[in-house]
């Protein structure tokens, strides 16, 4: 499985990107599917994800992002609204199969004026 990532970018507080991703390499939907993100000196956290049908989100994005889902394309997009310099990092892709995880390669999102 490859998970392929596009989006991304230099934004201004207060402004809007959208991050894509795609499974490719199977023909099976993922138990889970979503949007994580690891900023400089912090651990990678739960940006919005999708466990089965349910949505999950982070409490620091809660309102600002939502997370939408093609089951015939597989992919999953991230629409980001009221960005903020704290939403700055790397944003990862992660699709669970049964027992296994994969990651994309990473977007970096950098929030600065």
């Known amino acids: 499985v490859q998970l392929v990532e596009s989006g991304g970018g230099l934004v201004q507080p207060g402004g809007s990107l959208r991050l894509s991703c795609e499974a490719r390499?199977?023909?099976?939907?993922?138990?889970?599917f979503g949007w994580y993100r690891q900023s400089l000196g912090q651990e990678r956290e739960l940006v919005a994800r999708?466990?089965?049908?349910?949505?999950m989100y982070g409490d620091s994005v809660k309102g600002r992002f939502t997370i939408s889902r093609d089951y015939a394309k597989k992919t999953i997009d991230l629409q980001m609204n009221s960005l903020k310099p704290d939403d700055t990092g790397v944003y990862y892709c992660n699709a669970v199969y049964g027992p296994s995880k994969y990651w994309g390669q990473g977007t970096q999102v950098t929030v600065s004026s």
């Open positions: 999708y466990a089965g049908a349910i949505i």
């Open positions: 390499g199977s023909a099976l939907t993922p138990a889970a």
